[in-house]
């Protein structure tokens, strides 16, 4: 039976950085995270553009839903010399990065988590990336379900964790073209791991 149970919900660009546009000047390209799907990207907003953890623990009584964004960044590269700019910007807010309907039974735990986190690059122009789930974790078994949607971009990823053991994951999504951030979500999940 599980005491603590970590989920671990994460949207990235695996690139180091993704072509954005061109002029006959310059290319524009917009920072990624430049990785692989992995669990361990706690406390390394680097890694990630949007992420929710959320702590179920039986032990106290609670369930602890955290949030974070990525840094955002900008690259110029002129292409007649090869020359790079990079253009850092402030911290998209995590405002629409929100949780509620929390139940905690002695057996369950369940919850509604949503994610919306723009580009601080191009406010206006960019759309956000999107998530939002019905979560319910059994407690006796460890199985975690969860039912919703997400944008076709970028990569997703979903992971539990049990009593601190080795991390698991449930979910992956491959990203589409930046076109699939327009509303509206565009990729149905519906699992039971």
Do not use: C
């Amino acid at each position: 039976m599980a005491n603590i149970v970590e989920l671990r919900v994460a949207a990235f660009i695996p690139e180091e950085w993704l072509l954005v546009t061109a002029d006959p000047y310059n290319n524009y390209y917009g920072e990624g995270n430049n990785r692989d799907f992995t669990y361990w990207t706690e406390n390394n907003n680097k890694l990630f553009k949007m992420a929710q953890h959320i702590v179920i623990n039986w032990n106290t009584s609670t369930i602890d839903v955290y949030k974070a964004v990525g840094p955002t960044r900008t690259k110029i590269e002129n292409r007649a010399t090869g020359k790079e700019y990079i253009k850092e910007y402030p911290l998209t807010s995590d405002k629409d990065i929100t949780y509620k309907n929390t139940v905690l039974t002695p057996t369950t735990a369940s919850l509604y988590i949503k994610g919306s986190a723009g580009n601080s690059a191009l406010p206006e122009l960019s759309p956000a990336i999107d998530w939002e789930y019905n979560i319910s974790v059994d407690r006796k078994t460890g199985r975690v379900s969860f039912n919703g949607r997400h944008d076709g971009f970028p990569n997703h990823e979903i992971y539990k964790r049990i009593d601190k053991g080795t991390p698991v994951e449930l979910y992956r999504f491959f990203k589409k073209t930046p076109g699939h951030l327009v509303d509206p979500m565009d990729v149905e999940v519906n699992f039971s791991k």
